[in-house]
């Protein structure tokens, strides 16, 4: 029988458990919310406080961090990891191996090249359009 959960131990010593999202079998902490339709690769982590909304898709070994939010038909590829409190819009595409920045907005429909570096300094969607 294959476990159901899957508790992780941070340097802090704090331990935060996760449960394998149906669609994808990827982790989810147990306060993160993840839309049924959300697709979460394995080996991809969403934190707790985050929120994956319907038809979203997280690639394999990709890091949704706390309090982050990916919206409907969002595309955050391989490799990927979404800052804390970072929001990437509808339909957006974050290409992989790509960082977020903490609290960083990704407007809707923008599209995130391979290996970028999206910074605190390039908040909104103008911003955004121009990575």
Not at 15 to 32: E, F, I, M, P, S
Not at 77 to 88: C, P
Request: with cysteine; hydrophobic share 40%.
């Amino acid at each position: 029988m294959q476990k159901v959960y899957e508790d992780v131990e941070n340097d802090a010593g704090e331990v935060t458990r996760y449960r394998k999202h149906a669609n994808g079998r990827g982790y989810v902490a147990l306060k993160a919310t993840a839309h049924p339709t959300a697709y979460v690769e394995a080996n991809a982590y969403v934190e707790p406080g985050a929120e994956l909304a319907a038809g979203c898709w997280v690639g394999a070994g990709s890091w949704i961090d706390r309090d982050a939010f990916i919206s409907a038909g969002a595309f955050v590829g391989s490799n990927v990891h979404i800052g804390q409190s970072a929001v990437v819009g509808r339909g957006a595409r974050v290409g992989s191996g790509s960082k977020v920045a903490d609290g960083v907005h990704i407007g809707d429909n923008v599209r995130i090249g391979r290996d970028t570096r999206v910074n605190s300094d390039k908040l909104g969607t103008e911003a955004s359009k121009a990575a």
